[in-house]
């Protein structure tokens, strides 16, 4: 019922900033989160940031304070600004989506946008 195309990953250098964007579309149109994780190579998937209910934002502890997430609920829409990017920072990073469907609760993946930092 919800498809999550994200975009705006690619090459940059230490230092550099990206954008990430994330939209959602299907016939859901309220979300109770939405947020941002990430997979390196050889490691596990871990949250990036998440925006929740009551416009509650989490960052992981490596990101504070160079990462802005940020939605638009107009246009159900999610993005991650990335600055002062390293080389640590290099990752896929997947869009998710939490919501409701009557009492249950759904997620919903993106596809995966692949961000390498390296000079």
């Known amino acids: 019922q919800v498809q999550l195309v994200e975009s705006g990953g690619g090459l940059v250098q230490p230092g550099g900033s990206l954008r990430l964007s994330c939209a959602a579309s299907g016939s859901i149109s309220r979300f109770n989160s939405m947020g941002w994780y990430r997979q390196a190579p050889g490691k596990q998937r871990e949250l990036v940031a998440v925006v929740t209910t009551g416009a509650i934002i989490n960052y992981a502890d490596s990101v504070k304070g160079r990462f802005t997430i940020s939605t638009d609920n107009t246009k159900n829409t999610v993005y991650l600004q990335m600055n002062s990017l390293k080389p640590e920072d290099t990752a896929v990073y997947y869009c998710?989506?939490?919501?409701?469907?009557?009492?249950?609760?759904?997620?919903?993946w993106g596809q995966g946008t692949q961000v390498t930092v390296s000079s």
């Open positions: 998710n989506a939490a919501y409701s469907v009557g009492w249950s609760r759904r997620d919903s």
